[in-house]
Nanobody, 124 residues
Framework: VQLQASGGGLVQAGGSLRLSCAAS????????VGWFRQAPGKEREFVAA????????HYADYVKGRFTISRDNARNTVYLQMNSLKPEDTAVYYC??????????????????WGQGTLVTVSS
């Protein structure tokens, strides 16, 4: 499965962006999907995850209430709506997909496929 992340860009603090993660295969609709981010000089960290059905979602504390993850399985696409952006949200954002469900959805190791990343820059 190939994942293509898009939607990044430059935005002022307080602004919004919507990231998209499009998959190449229909089996994507059966996978859990996660968003991670990596800021310059920092390790990659978990942002949000969504179950294959879209019913169950998880968020890191630092984005809870500001970011929303959703999916459209008919379009093989997962979205990350980011509102009230802060300069500390600046990072390359990666989408990922896991064939099997796991309680360890915050761990990179449980994801089988990764997109190339899209850069989000939030200016103060």
């Amino acid at each position: 499965v190939q994942l293509q992340a898009s939607g990044g860009g430059l935005v002022q603090a307080g602004g919004s962006l919507r990231l998209s993660c499009a998959a190449s295969e229909r089996t994507f609709a059966t996978y859990r999907v996660g968003w991670f981010r990596q800021a310059p000089g920092k390790e990659r960290e978990f942002v949000a995850a969504i179950s294959w059905s879209g019913v169950v979602t998880h968020y890191a504390d630092y984005v809870k209430g500001r970011f929303t993850i959703s999916r459209d399985n008919a379009r093989n696409t997962v979205y990350l709506q980011m509102n009230s952006l802060k300069p500390e949200d600046t990072a390359v954002y990666y989408c990922s997909a896991a064939e099997n469900s796991s309680n360890y959805y915050t761990r990179m190791s449980v994801y089988d496929y990764w997109g190339q990343g899209t850069l989000v820059t939030v200016s103060s």
